[in-house]
C-alpha cells in the first residue's frame, strides 16, 4: 500500500464506499440525504489527507521531533510497561478529528520491539486512556545506544491502529510508520533527563516540531 501518497492507502475503502453511496442518493433524486453522504465523503477525504513533511535541519541525532499532529496535553516522569523500574519523561500529544493522523517516527533508531495490546476506547484526552486504552507500543534505539518509547493510543472515536513498522527495521526522523483513524493519543517516553522543547498546551506538528533533546 502507497504510504506516500495524498490520500491515505487506509482511507480508500471508506472513501470508495461514500461515493457510492453518494451516487445513488443522487440516481434516487434524494437531496438531502446526497447532501449528506457529500459532505461526510469530503470530510473522510480530508481526513485521510498525507501532506509533506519536512524535518527541521539538524545535525544534532538526539532531536527529538513531534511523532503527530495535535496539542501537548501533558508532561510528567513516570514508568512504562516495557521498561519496568525505569523512570522517563512522558509527553502526550492529543489528535482531535480536525489533526492530520499520520504517525512519524521521532528519531532516526532501530525498532527493537512492537507490542500491541487491546483495551477500551475512553476519550483520548483523559488520563485514564493512557492506561486503559487500545495500544500499540514501538520501542526504538538509537544508534547511541538509548531507547525512546513511542506509544499508539486509540480514542473514543478511533477504533483502528495502524503500523506498518517490523522488529529489526532501521528508521529514519520524520518517516511515516503509521495512523489512528478518527482521533487519538500518541505518548513519547524519553530518557529521564532529557531536555524539554515543548510545554502543555501547545500544537505541534508530526515530522516537523521539536519536543526534546537527549543529553
Not at 516522569?77 to 489533526?99: A, H, R, Y
Request: a positive charge.
Amino acid at each position: 500500500m502507497n504510504h506516500n501518497g495524498f490520500i491515505m492507502g487506509e482511507g480508500f475503502p471508506f472513501i470508495i464506499a461514500l461515493c457510492g453511496a453518494t451516487i445513488l442518493a443522487f440516481a434516487a433524486g434524494l437531496k438531502v440525504v446526497l447532501c449528506v453522504f457529500l459532505i461526510v465523503t469530503l470530510f473522510v477525504i480530508w481526513f485521510f489527507r498525507n501532506p509533506q513533511r519536512y524535518p527541521p535541519a539538524s545535525e544534532k541525532e538526539g532531536l527529538i521531533i513531534s511523532p503527530a499532529d495535535g496539542r501537548v496535553i501533558r508532561i510528567e516522569e513516570t514508568t512504562s510497561d516495557e521498561k519496568p523500574g525505569q523512570t522517563f519523561l512522558k509527553i502526550s500529544i492529543f489528535m482531535n478529528i480536525f489533526d492530520v493522523h499520520v504517525n512519524r517516527i521521532p528519531c532516526a533508531g532501530e525498532v527493537r520491539s512492537i507490542r500491541y495490546r487491546e483495551g477500551k476506547f475512553l476519550s483520548a484526552n483523559l488520563d485514564k486512556a493512557s492506561e486503559f486504552n487500545e495500544r500499540n507500543t514501538i520501542l526504538l534505539q538509537t544508534a547511541d545506544g538509548r531507547e525512546i518509547i513511542t506509544v499508539q493510543i486509540a480514542g473514543l472515536i478511533a477504533r483502528r491502529i495502524v503500523c506498518w513498522l517490523k522488529e529489526g527495521m532501521q528508521v529514519s526522523r520524520g518517516e511515516r510508520f503509521g495512523m489512528i483513524r478518527f482521533g487519538s493519543r500518541l505518548e513519547v517516553f524519553l530518557p529521564l533527563g532529557s531536555t524539554l522543547l515543548v510545554k502543555v498546551g501547545e500544537k505541534v506538528r508530526a515530522g516537523e516540531t521539536p519536543i526534546g533533546e537527549l543529553t
